[in-house]
């Protein structure tokens, strides 16, 4: 019966009855390789591999003019609108399989039905657009990008779903990478300043990677957080901060947004109002700040570099009098009579800071496969001397589609490198700021800049030059240079997520996370100064521990429209289990080492009790959201 089939189907060949039979088996052979190029025309040479078939049997030249019937060649070039070509644009014939894809300079070559009349050209980031190709052998299609207006029509809400934003019925905006990037901030936070409505981000004043602290619409607590919650490609990420400074002295440690790489982030999305957060529980009680990340682009491989040099210098000083100066030698007495007294001192001191940031970017692959892979370093010299800040960030991620794009594979590593040396302290103790701002005017300070140390025979040490004995200065150069602090980070984040269509309308996402930072806080006051909290022999604080956090969720999501209806619905369950200070700290305050200034584990006083720290905490939670729209103008959301 096939044969028959195929006989009848090619009747209009020529032969006679001799030969029928043979010609059948030609028709046969002719029709199933037709069949099977449909099915893998992503090469476009159907016409080629047709010919190749039928070689060995006869009249080859009769098949050829019958494939020439049935099929018809197209040529073209694809391109933006700017007239640049598009490589790895997908053109296919609508409603076949005949399909193939744009080389590195636009092109096409394709031999379609000969009944098809539309070509359908789409790219990664550009309008898809129909070329009707009826009486056409070779066309230009010039393809716009995704307007804006289209974009903002599109939001990533919690849990990584993207909804169109008419039906959202709580607040959200989303902003744009080049929003975040173009006046160049040192780091996402600064970025993200007064570029949304509601949004107040407090930025410490310790430098490059210190601690931010983000609010959503006013503070919800008086004595809790009051922080939003940030969340990466659907992952809420760990934000501790390493140290907080109190008004008797500290150091800020950062915190782990300082780790991110702001040049990796596709687009920011700020969620406000409980029905927006209600997915992440009493985590998204102060809101939501969602962070969706670059992916790979299908097509050549496309390079992007940055480069940001950011300068930097000290916005506001307390307001100085120089004209008394003290008398007696008593630091805190006044003369009654008006010297000349030196009045640049405190400017000088501070320095002009320097923040460099190098990235680079590498991106491509085809239709189904795609990569992505980005190298960031930050190096940054503070307003206080001797403060600097290093910072190195690499992440890769790729993407891969499987059994006609109804499976999705993905996933993405980050490392990030962070070193911070000499950070400004704040508080009265151990802050070269307060000798500064104490200093006596009628004295020299260049003296005390210059020879800020003195040998000490009978201790066979140095100690500072200063002036005062009083328990909370110390020579501000003392500090700089006898005083370390050192905190380093190393940080990986790694995610994996599966996404199979497995029903029309309906997607099941399951995705894990983790989240390990190993953290050290090495902060040394050598014997010498002032400070009552600096044993005589010097003081050591020591921390070195790791958090981890793994995190896990499987959802299933249902999009549907039922004529003047619409239907949105997830379902799903997370798990989040969180390990805090995994390690040890010691720190001998007051208590003598056994040699002055020499900070090792072997010098610790006998008695000193090291302290091991840990902490964990689990969440487990199961949710549902639907939101049903009327007309596109109606919606309503039950969570």
């Known amino acids: ?11 209009g060949l020529e032969r006679d009855k001799s030969t029928a039979s043979r010609s059948i088996l030609k028709l046969v052979v002719t029709g199933i390789a037709i069949l099977s190029l449909q099915n893998s025309a992503k090469a476009g040479i159907i016409g080629t591999e047709l010919n190749a078939a039928v070689a060995p ?3 080859a030249n009769k098949l050829n003019k019958l494939n020439k019937a049935f099929f018809k060649p197209i040529t073209g070039v694809v391109t933006d609108d700017t007239g640049n070509p ?7 014939a609508k409603g076949t399989n005949v399909k193939t894809v744009t080389d590195n300079d636009g092109r096409f070559s394709l031999n379609v039905p000969d009944n098809a009349t539309v070509l359908v050209i789409s790219f990664i980031g550009m309008e898809a657009q129909e070329v009707n190709i009826s009486n056409l052998s070779n066309v230009t299609i010039k393809l716009k990008p995704s307007g804006s207006a289209n974009l903002s029509e599109v939001v990533v809400t919690a849990l990584g779903v993207k909804r169109e934003k008419k039906a959202l019925t709580f607040a959200a905006q989303q902003l744009s990478a080049v929003e ?3 006046a160049g901030a040192p780091n996402f936070m600064e970025a993200l300043s007064g570029k949304a409505a509601g949004v107040d981000v407090g930025i410490s004043n310790s430098g490059v990677g210190g601690s ?3 609010v959503l619409r006013g503070s919800k607590s008086i004595a ?3 922080e939003a919650l940030f969340v990466i490609d659907g992952v809420p990420v760990v934000n501790n901060k390493g140290g907080q400074p109190g008004s008797y002295g500290g150091t800020d440690a950062g915190d782990g947004l300082s780790a991110l790489n702001q040049d990796d982030f596709e687009s920011v999305t700020i969620l406000r109002g409980a029905n927006g957060a209600i997915l992440y529980g009493s985590q998204g009680a102060n809101g939501v700040i969602l962070i969706n990340t670059k992916k790979g682009q299908a097509g050549k491989i496309a390079i992007a570099l940055n480069s940001t040099t950011n300068f930097s210098t000290v916005a506001t000083l307390p307001e100085f009098q120089f004209s008394y100066g003290a ?3 008593n630091d805190r007495s006044w003369s009654k009579s008006k010297g000349n007294y030196q009045t640049n001192y405190i400017d000088d001191f501070f320095q002009t800071g320097v923040n460099t940031i190098n990235t680079v970017s590498v991106s491509g692959g085809n239709e189904k496969t795609t990569n992505y892979f980005s190298y960031g370093n930050n190096y940054a010299s503070g307003v206080v001397p001797t403060s600097t800040y290093n910072k190195h960030n690499v992440t890769l991620s790729q993407e891969t589609k499987l059994f006609d794009d109804k499976l999705i594979l993905s996933g993405n590593v980050r490392f990030s490198y962070e070193k911070s040396k000499n950070r400004p302290g704040a508080g009265y103790y151990n802050n070269p700021l307060t000798g500064l701002y104490l200093f006596a005017r009628e004295r020299d300070f260049d003296s005390y800049k210059t020879n800020y140390q003195i040998f000490d025979a009978t201790r066979n040490l140095f100690r500072q030059n200063w002036y005062s004995t009083e328990e909370k200065q110390n020579n501000p150069y003392w500090e700089l240079n006898n005083d370390p602090k050192l905190t380093t980070s190393n940080r990986v984040i790694a995610t994996a997520k599966a996404s199979y269509a497995f029903l029309p309308h309906f997607r099941f996402d399951v995705r894990g996370n983790i989240d390990y930072n190993d953290r050290l806080l090495d902060y040394r006051y050598a014997a010498g100064g002032n400070s009552v909290s600096v044993s005589s022999n010097g003081t050591w604080n020591y921390t070195k521990y790791n958090d981890k956090a793994l995190y896990g969720d499987a959802i299933v999501n249902y999009d549907n429209n039922f004529g003047k209806f619409s239907l949105n619905s997830v379902i799903g369950a997370s798990i989040q289990d969180y390990t805090f200070n995994d390690g040890m700290a010691f720190g001998n305050g007051t208590v003598p080492l056994q040699y002055p200034n020499f900070f090792s584990f072997a010098n610790l006083p006998y008695n000193l009790v090291v302290n091991q720290t840990y902490s964990r905490v689990q969440k487990q939670g199961l949710f549902a959201n639907a939101s049903l729209g009327f007309k ?7 969570a």
């Open 327 to 329: 008398v007696g030698g």
């Open 224 to 226: 809790g957080s009051s």
């Open 1 to 11: 019966m096939k044969m028959r089939k195929f006989y009848s189907t090619f009747s």
């Open 180 to 182: 975040l990037t173009k």
């Open 632 to 638: 596109d103008m109606l919606y309503l959301d039950l």
């Open 212 to 214: 931010t602290k983000t």
């Open 86 to 92: 598009l490589p790895g644009a997908t053109v296919v």
């Open 57 to 59: 049997f006869e009249d």
